[in-house]
């Protein structure tokens, strides 16, 4: 196969206010990366106000018609069942993070915007869940985020792109190609092959450059392993030796599209009542952002999805029995003038939500309201 080379077009955005546009934001990507660049924090707001900045921007330029967040839950996850080193070296952020992410999720309850959250699973797998769903029901996907993990969901229609939150363009399966010398359907193998950071473990001595030569050569991980034989000299005996490593690899590094979380089309169009103007304004000026203030309290009435989308959303599969207890949270703001911003928490019969996790999980025993309330 030809060496790749760079898309002679570009991936596009969907135009701004386009009615089937569906954007699913990483939180916790966003989140953590402000983080690392800008710890310790001071308690100043820093990682909220980055992040809910962001999201205003994203609200008002690029007008989004449904919109969803998803966040990791504290503890194990599925990952870490099959690899005791899945992420085992990354430091607990603190309680100043928390306090942050805590802050970032009043901001969504009060403009009703919907985070997934499951026990057991991290935002990575919502993400692909939810967006194989959306488009289901035949919207156009953006997942925002600058994890290359979720690369692997690019199509090549354009249909579902990655994009960071601040390009001009958007990431789709040529621009996967250019960045990696496979496509999107190859790059979970690739990464089984190469390894990622500390996610997978890969084949030692094996990188990204002769993972995708292997690739592109043999097709998939499965013909690069079983012709290992094929191969010369140190390459030989890796691929010979590290089989084992790269198919628990492939494991950990695939998304998982059966995450247990309840999608409803009316909850994730985008919109929030007048009477949520002084909550927002309030949470604007505390976070500094003028944006936030002056613009978007007025309220903006959420659209109805139309028949046929609830009917596909509706229609979807359901989801695979989770490997682990998992407990779900979908938070939607349904706030009044005088009250605190309540939320909804749906929760299948499964397991709860450990109470004696990082304080972020608290704004959920603290908001949800009777079942029945809001919308």
């Not at 909220?48 to 609200?59: D, F």
């Not at 950990?252 to 979380?261: C, G, K, M, Q, S």
Request: hydrophobic content about 45%; aromatic content about 4%; some cysteine.
């Amino acid at each position: 196969m030809p060496t790749p080379t760079p898309p002679a077009r570009p991936t596009l955005l969907p135009a701004p206010g386009e009615p089937d546009a569906c954007y699913l934001l990483d939180l916790s990507g966003w989140a953590r990366g402000i983080h690392e660049v800008r710890r310790p924090l001071t308690g100043d707001h820093v990682v909220s106000r980055s992040v809910v900045g962001r999201l205003v921007n994203l609200l008002l330029d690029q007008r989004p018609a449904f919109l969803a967040v998803a966040a990791d839950t504290p503890g194990a996850t599925w990952q870490n069942a099959i690899w005791p080193g899945y992420k085992a070296k990354r430091v607990d952020p603190g309680a100043a993070y928390d306090a942050e992410i805590e802050t970032i999720l009043r901001v969504l309850v009060a403009h009703r915007i919907p985070v997934l959250r499951a026990a057991g699973f991290e935002a990575d797998d919502l993400l692909a869940t939810a967006a194989r769903r959306a488009r289901r029901a035949g919207l156009r996907v953006v997942i925002v985020s600058r994890d290359h993990d979720l690369w692997q969901l690019c199509d090549e229609a354009g249909e579902i792109v990655a994009w960071d939150g601040a390009a001009d363009t958007a990431i789709g399966a040529a621009e996967v190609r250019a960045r990696y010398g496979v496509g999107p359907e190859l790059l979970a193998d690739l990464m089984a092959l190469a390894g990622d950071s500390d996610e997978a473990p890969g084949i030692a001595g094996i990188g990204e450059k002769t993972a995708a030569e292997l690739l592109r050569k043999r097709g998939s991980l499965a013909e690069v392993l079983r012709k290992w034989d094929w191969e010369t000299g140190a390459r030989r005996a890796r691929l010979r030796d590290g089989g084992d490593a790269a198919r628990m690899s492939r494991e950990l590094v695939t998304l998982r599209e059966d995450a247990p979380i309840a999608l409803d089309l009316a909850e994730l169009a985008v919109g929030w009542d007048a009477a949520d103007a002084a909550v927002i304004r309030a949470l604007g000026v505390e976070l500094e952002i003028p944006r936030m203030i002056g613009v978007l309290p007025g309220g903006f009435p959420k659209k109805p999805p139309r028949a046929e989308q609830l009917a596909a959303m509706a229609a979807a599969p359901v989801s695979a029995e989770p490997s682990m207890p998992v407990a779900i949270a979908i938070v939607i703001a349904a706030p009044e003038p005088a009250a605190p911003a309540p939320v909804v928490a749906i929760a299948p019969t499964v397991a709860p939500l450990d109470e004696s996790g990082p304080r972020q999980g608290d704004l959920f025993a603290r908001l949800a309201p009777p079942r029945g309330e809001g919308a």
